[in-house]
């Protein structure tokens, strides 16, 4: 099987879609991935990227063709430039290539109009396309507050939008409340959907744990740090605790809220409760994992997008850590099954309750709620289960296409 992938976002970016197409590969596939140049948590292209228009490169045996992209900066003019040089230099991009692709896949990180080179290679050459949507458009930019709901903007963006979904002929979706949405809002019921569940991006090489302070509970946040993440939620719950309190936050990620985060954590003279590492690559980035007491995920109960299951916490639960989690639908059943995790309300108060039942749990009951979420990943989240289920997916559709 011969595969066209087109996704923004691609290694050494840290998306699933990577490790996705690199076992496809391992199970014997050719694939060939169109994306941007790598820029994403760094208000800039990478180094050993820019300055360049396009570039060839094979990783891990996946042929990936990159286009010029607009890096992604905080701003929202920034972030609509990023968008739209992807959609207008992977459609010129896709325009050259032959026909003979047997399948196309695409998956929408964000924005959805990323797939529109997929669409157009499929149309074209008449191909099967399966669409593996991980993030709801026009719903995340209202919950970003980039456009307001029901206005021209947002009208717009639903046409766009919906345009794009209905020419795949499958969707799949990574939470099972996309369906509602797609279904109820896109009014896109006659379409075939499947749900595949994002794998944990885990690392094999063993790294050195981090040393911390003993006796402090370290609460470790790994990811983006923007308006869904609840961050106000974390000050205002700091203002709570005893200034001599034995907690410490470790926060690991960038986005368009972090910076007004410290600012406030610094402004309430709360800085020695918050530490700041950084951006990191995942290898790094597990060395504060190994020896935190909890790991902390939330998402803003707001809109379809509050209904998800954030890739964070399948990384968490394949880590084998008690989990602190303020999200809410999909998420919380999840963790309820799992059966190693506190999960809050979104409000400091609940939040600072939860803190307080970790500070009394022993390190036995601690390591219970972690080997649960493990034995729950391993069961149902594990890329190569995952995997196989997206080969059986694009091979369907290539015999359906053919018959």
């Known amino acids: ?133 991980v993030d709801l458009w026009p719903e995340s930019l209202v919950i970003t507050k980039i456009i307001r709901p029901r206005g021209l903007a947002y009208n717009f963006f639903y046409k766009w939008s919906k345009s794009i979904y209905q020419r795949a002929d499958k969707i799949l979706v990574s939470s099972p409340s996309f369906l509602t949405y797609f279904k109820e809002v896109l009014h896109l019921e006659e379409k075939e959907y499947d749900l595949l569940y994002q794998p944990a991006l885990l690392e094999e090489e063993s790294v050195e744990a ?46 368009s809220e972090k910076k007004h985060f410290f600012e406030r954590i610094h402004q309430k ?56 989690a303020m999200v809410d639908h999909d998420a919380k059943d999840v963790l309820q099954k799992a059966q190693g995790s506190i999960i809050v309300e979104e409000n400091a108060e609940s939040l600072y309750q939860g803190i307080q039942q970790f500070m009394h749990l022993t390190s036995e009951q601690k390591e219970k709620l972690g080997r649960n979420n493990q034995v729950y990943f391993k069961n149902h989240f594990t890329l190569s289960l995952l995997s196989k289920k997206l080969e059986e997916e694009l091979c369907s559709l290539i015999k359906e296409s053919n018959s």
């Open 210 to 255: 981090e040393e911390y302070e003993k006796g402090t509970l370290n609460i470790v946040y790994c990811g983006n740090m923007g308006k869904l993440q609840c961050l106000n939620i974390i000050d205002e719950m700091l203002e709570k605790v005893n200034q001599d309190a034995s907690l410490r936050f470790h926060f690991i990620g960038m986005g």
């Open 1 to 133: 099987m011969k595969i066209l992938a087109i996704c923004q976002h691609y290694s050494p970016e840290p998306f699933v879609v990577s490790k996705f197409m690199e076992q496809l590969v391992l199970f014997g596939h050719e694939v060939h991935v169109v994306t941007g140049f790598p820029n994403y948590g760094y208000n800039r292209i990478m180094d050993g990227y820019n300055g360049k228009k396009e570039m060839d490169e094979v990783i891990n045996g996946v042929y990936v063709h990159r286009v010029k992209i607009y890096p992604r900066k905080n701003s929202k003019l920034s972030i609509c430039r990023n968008y739209l040089s992807f959609w207008r230099n992977s459609k010129k991009y896709v325009r050259k290539l032959d026909d003979s692709f047997d399948v196309v896949f695409t998956m929408t990180l964000s924005p959805v109009i990323a797939a529109a080179s997929a669409n157009l290679y499929a149309k074209k050459h008449k191909k099967p396309l399966l669409h593996y949507c």
């Open 269 to 324: 003279g709360l800085d020695q409760f918050v530490i700041d590492h950084g951006p990191l690559p995942t290898k790094k980035a597990i060395r504060y994992f190994k020896n935190a007491d909890v790991l902390y995920v939330a998402l803003k109960k707001e809109g379809y997008v509050g209904h998800t299951i954030p890739n964070k916490l399948i990384f968490y639960l394949a880590f084998g850590k008690p989990i602190l």
